[in-house]
């Protein structure tokens, strides 16, 4: 199931949160070896989660974390602005219509389904929000899955090497694109509206956006 | 009900407010506004972090006072259910289930608030937050359709807007952010002198998708709502010459 959450209200699931940490930990700090800071609970937490991000989580059938990814209104501190702006025209990428997504990350064991049902949910997001763009910051090998489930980002530019390649790109979404991600992440795309409803209340929402 | 296109009107008005230096336009602003996009009711209000509030906007009198003798802020679902939240809010995604929030939206009605709103949270700096608000009567589809249509417009004027109110802020320190980036300078130049998109991209040896966004950025960090008036306003400040 997708999850939206804004950090308090992932706050009130403390084993869920746990484990996306936990998880975060695992991937960016043992597995990909970033410089990352791990705390004595195993949770990596970075300066951005205490800007109040909202969270989309893949939670498994047992109620656990199989993947996250988080945002924020470029508008605000974000990642790509305070760290990877000669990446991206050398200034600020700023627009409440663009949004930063960071900290992609897949469980140990979870594969390209809970990856493109991420994607499908950041389409939910662009698509009721009114938002045009995603930009986004990711490790390397991410860039080999986003295309198998027909998510491609346009990489921007990468910094570093190695496992430690990290990756700045665009996201925009077109109804055939979500038609495909869909399917890759084996859910309708009337499963992925419902979710979105229940996590931010109730459609106000014609078919089709603008 | 016919909402009718806003943006020629919109842009005067957000052209005018930019150059406003005076805290009481702000409520004259707010009504040109409401009249631009065609609703009954406009309202902005934010908080800061000391705990200092400021508003202004369309609604009568007597409900402000009322909401405001009343405490309404501890029970409003609109503000409980915006604040730390960025995304938009059409007032049916509310949880208005509480009795008090009924008798709430209730009397609101009375008031001549509408039956339909949508609200725009925004965060500032150092934990300021904001609300942009446009209510009105209708049935649901004809609000649904009004929001879709014009909620980018709505999220970015409710963002020009708040810049404003900021400056006016006790204390407020020089506002040192929104300078174009040297690739958003580019892109604006090219499309002054009247470069398609796809010429443009071609020109700076970028895809059309990432030219997007540059011109994206830069319409919001310029304050306009569309390219053309971008491109206006980044000719008319000498952001870039042709």
């Known amino acids: ?210 | 009900m016919g909402f009718e296109a806003a943006q020629p009107k919109l842009d005067m008005v957000l052209r005018r407010l930019e150059q406003s230096d005076a805290l009481e336009a702000l409520q004259d602003f707010i009504t040109e506004l409401r009249d631009a996009f065609g609703v009954n009711h406009l309202v902005y209000h934010w908080v800061n972090g000391n705990g200092d509030q400021y508003g202004c906007g369309t609604y009568d009198p007597a409900w402000v006072q009322r909401y405001l003798d009343q405490g309404y802020l501890r029970i409003d679902p609109v503000v409980l259910g915006c604040f730390q939240r960025f995304h938009p809010v059409d007032w049916k995604q509310l949880d208005w289930s509480s009795k008090a929030a009924r008798a709430f939206q209730k009397e609101a009605i009375a008031y001549g608030v509408g039956n339909q709103g949508y609200s725009i949270p925004i965060r500032g700096p150092n934990g300021q937050f904001a609300l942009f608000t446009v209510s009105h009567s209708c049935d649901d589809e004809a609000w649904a359709e009004f929001c879709v249509s014009s909620r980018r417009d709505l999220i970015l004027v409710a963002h020009f807007f708040n810049q404003k109110a900021l400056e006016f802020e006790p204390g407020r320190l020089p506002e040192q952010g929104h300078a174009l980036s040297p690739r958003e300078v580019d892109a604006m130049t090219l499309l002054a002198v009247g470069y398609s998109r796809a010429q443009a991209a071609k020109a700076l040896e970028i895809s059309e998708h990432t030219l997007r966004v540059y011109i994206e950025s830069a319409r919001f960090k310029l304050g306009a709502l569309n390219t053309t008036h971008a491109v206006a306003r980044a000719l008319s400040r000498g952001l870039i010459v042709v």
């Open chain 1, 1 to 210: 199931m997708i999850r939206y959450l804004y950090a308090d209200q992932l706050a009130r699931e403390p084993a869920l949160q746990h484990e996306m940490f936990r998880d975060r930990a695992d991937q960016f700090g043992r597995r990909l070896g970033w410089n990352v800071t791990v705390d004595s609970q195993g949770e990596e937490r970075d300066a951005y989660d205490g800007e109040h991000p909202l969270y989309v989580l893949w939670q498994s059938a047992d109620g656990g974390h199989g993947g996250s990814m988080r945002f924020l209104p470029t508008t605000g501190r974000t990642m790509v602005n305070d760290h990877f702006s000669h990446l991206t025209g050398g200034g600020r990428i700023e627009s409440p219509l663009i949004w930063e997504c960071t900290r992609f990350c897949l469980s140990q064991g979870a594969g390209g389904q809970v990856a493109a049902a991420l994607m499908l949910a950041g389409g939910e997001i662009m698509r009721n929000f009114g938002l045009r763009h995603f930009v986004g910051v990711f490790d390397a090998r991410m860039v080999r899955i986003y295309r198998r489930i027909g998510a491609s980002p346009e990489v921007l530019g990468s910094a570093g090497t190695g496992r430690k390649r990290v990756s700045v790109g665009l996201w925009e979404f077109s109804e055939a694109a979500r038609a495909q991600v869909a399917t890759s992440a084996g859910l309708s795309p009337a499963q992925s509206a419902h979710w979105f409803d229940r996590a931010f209340g109730g459609p106000p929402h014609l078919a089709v956006s603008a």
